[in-house]
């Protein structure tokens, strides 16, 4: 069988590095791999369809499926994880304490439907007390004012909705113009007196959730454009064999103390730690071990009227021939 050739594009992580080195190998494949920053890649692909898989947004995909074409087949890993109660910032004098205090207030989202807002509405709704229309939403670009959407977005009428193109995010909630930010990525304007966390101590917070819970948020998963994985039937089971062998080989190398693979001077200990509270498989892949996971995600879309349809996590996954894994 000649491999087929395949453009893959990343964002740069450990759990991607094996795949770029090589040390791992996807079977039946000769990839061409490319890593770009996540919201250039998640902007240029949900655009221009330019790789053949890709990392991909989860709750963007969950659109994908709602379309006529339904032009990507998800692979269950998830390169992307991240607790977001970490990453809910406020104005210093707002007043803002906890998260039922946003309700009426002006809260900044770079992006609506990114996976980041979307699981922090629904924590928020389910733990917290706060109807996830109870803020006024504020749309615009974290760093520098934007004019318009960078990739297609939809806007529930449900929700109050503003467009900003006056400022960036981070610029306003210094200046007291928005209350607070939804954001994947600290804004630049913290840590200043202007500009603080909602959430004093959110390892503290976000550990009381996964209790509650039992979800370690999944922020993306790996998508193939359809028709390919349809034309080589193999080829969704090689690519889930070779993202979770990297994911592996990623997490076992935390565990070698002999030469740190990152900068954090107590990072075996950062995983000890992680083990203790989260469990041995806290970045679990396939489908069984996501279960629920995914029915709480698909749960808030349709809460957020970002998607109708009432999927099950197989629906996803559909035709990828690893629905057992």
């Known amino acids: 069988m000649n491999a087929v050739p395949l453009r893959i594009g990343v964002s740069d992580s450990d759990r991607m590095r094996p795949l770029l080195d090589r040390q791992v190998t996807i079977a039946g494949v000769d990839p061409s791999i490319e890593v770009m920053g996540v919201q250039a890649l998640f902007n240029r692909q949900l655009t221009e369809h330019v790789f053949d898989c890709c990392e991909f947004p989860l709750t963007s995909y ?35 304490t906890k998260p039922a205090d946003l309700a009426g207030k002006r809260v900044g989202v770079p992006v609506f439907d990114m996976a980041a807002a979307v699981w922090l509405r629904g924590i928020f709704a389910d733990y917290f007390d706060l109807d996830s229309t109870a803020p006024i939403y504020v749309s615009g670009g974290l760093e520098e004012a934007r004019r318009g959407d960078e990739h297609p ?11 900003v193109s006056h400022g960036s995010l981070a610029e ?44 370690f948020p999944p922020m993306h998963l790996v998508a193939v454009k359809r028709p390919l994985a349809e034309r080589h039937p193999w080829l969704a089971k090689s690519l889930f064999d070779a993202f979770a062998a990297a994911q592996r080989l990623a997490q076992d190398r935390i565990a070698d103390s002999v030469a740190l693979s990152t900068m954090l001077p107590w990072l075996l200990e950062h995983l000890l730690f992680t083990e203790k509270h989260l469990g041995r498989d806290f970045w679990s892949i396939g489908l069984a071990a996501n279960r629920t996971m995914l029915e709480t995600i698909i749960r808030y879309m349709r809460e957020d009227e970002l998607i109708k349809t009432a999927f099950t996590p197989d629906d996803l996954f559909a035709g990828a021939d690893i629905l057992s894994t």
């Open 172 to 215: 306003l909630l210094a200046a007291g113009e928005i209350d607070a930010l939804y954001t994947a990525r600290a804004p630049s304007t913290w840590p200043s007196p202007d500009v603080v966390r909602l959430f004093d101590d959110p390892v503290a917070a976000e550990l009381d959730y996964f209790k509650k819970s039992g979800i």
């Open 153 to 163: 977005q939809f806007y529930p009428s449900k929700f109050g909705i503003e467009h």
């Open 62 to 96: 969950l659109r994908t499926l709602e379309s006529t074409a339904k032009p990507y087949l998800a692979i269950p890993v998830f390169p992307s994880r991240h607790f977001r109660l970490s990453c809910v910032f406020v104005h210093a004098r707002s007043g803002i």
